[in-house]
C-alpha cells in the first residue's frame, strides 16, 4: 500500500514519518447537501478553514475533528483515516 | 457588524490617518498629527467593540508558525549583527580606530540588549506556557 508522507502540508504533531491523513470532508458535506460556507458555520470555523481540511492542508484539531463527526452523525475514523504507523490493524 | 466589514472600516481608519499625518507632516504641526492619530484609535476601538471577532484554529495555528518563524529569524540576526558591530570596536580594527564610525558601537549594544531581551521574554513565555499545558508535574 502506498503511503502519502504529507508532513510539510498539514499540522502534523506525528514524528512518525509513515502516518498519512485522508478525509471524506467533501463526500459528507454533498450528503447533507451543504456548502462549505454551511458547514464552516455549523462548526464554528472559517470557509477557508473547510477548504484547507478538504484539500488536505491542514489537520484539524481532535475537537473539531470531533465536533465534524457528530455534526454527521458518525464515528470520527469514518471522516478522517490515518494510514500507516506501527500499529495498522 | 461582521468580520469583513471589520476589515474594510480597518482599511479607511488607516488611509484616514495615513491622509492627516502626510498634511500634518506638510504643515510640521505635531497637533495635527497626535489628533489624526488619537481620532483613527479611537475610531478602531469603537469598531471593535461592535465586532464579534471569531479567530478559527487554522488562523491561531498561521499566527502562531509565522511568530515562532519570526523569533526564529530575528533574534539570531540581531545577536549575529550585535556581534559583528561590538567585535571590530573591541578588537582595535583600524577602520574604527579614528573614531568616524563611534555610533556602531551604540548600536552593537542596542542590538545585544535587544537580542538578550528576546531570549528572556521567550524562556519565560515557554516556562509559564509549559506550566500552563500541563508540563514539569513528577511521573506517576
New interface residues.
Given amino acids: 500500500m502506498e503511503v502519502a508522507v504529507m508532513k510539510n502540508k498539514q499540522?502534523l504533531s506525528y514524528d512518525d514519518e509513515n502516518l498519512s491523513f485522508r478525509n471524506k470532508l467533501k463526500v459528507f458535506r454533498a450528503m447533507h447537501e451543504l456548502t462549505q460556507e454551511q458547514l464552516a458555520e455549523k462548526i464554528?470555523?472559517?470557509r477557508?478553514?473547510v477548504n484547507?481540511i478538504e484539500a488536505d492542508k491542514?489537520l484539524?484539531?481532535l475537537g473539531?475533528a470531533f465536533k465534524i463527526a457528530k455534526l454527521f452523525k458518525v464515528k470520527i475514523e469514518e471522516v478522517f483515516v490515518c494510514r500507516g504507523g506501527t500499529d495498522e490493524s | 457588524m461582521d468580520d469583513k466589514k471589520y476589515r474594510q472600516v480597518r482599511v479607511l481608519v488607516v488611509f484616514f490617518v495615513g491622509v492627516i499625518m502626510a498634511i500634518s507632516l506638510l504643515r510640521e504641526s505635531f497637533l495635527l498629527s497626535t489628533a489624526g492619530i488619537v481620532t483613527g484609535m479611537l475610531f478602531l476601538a469603537l469598531a471593535r467593540s461592535k465586532t464579534s471577532i471569531s479567530l478559527d484554529e487554522r488562523e491561531k495555528t498561521i499566527r502562531e508558525k509565522a511568530a515562532n518563524l519570526t523569533y526564529a529569524i530575528f533574534a539570531p540576526t540581531i545577536g549575529i549583527g550585535a556581534f559583528l558591530l561590538l567585535f571590530p570596536t573591541h578588537s582595535g580594527l583600524s577602520v574604527f580606530a579614528k573614531g568616524e564610525f563611534y555610533y556602531l558601537e551604540s548600536l552593537g549594544m542596542v542590538f545585544a540588549y535587544l537580542a538578550l531581551f528576546l531570549i528572556a521574554i521567550y524562556a519565560l513565555s515557554y516556562h509559564f506556557l509549559n506550566k500552563k499545558y500541563g508540563g514539569g508535574g513528577d511521573e506517576e
Avoid: I, K, R
Wanted: net charge neutral; aromatic share 10%; charged share 0%.
Fill in positions: 499540522n464554528g470555523v472559517s477557508q478553514t484547507a491542514y484539524p484539531s473539531l
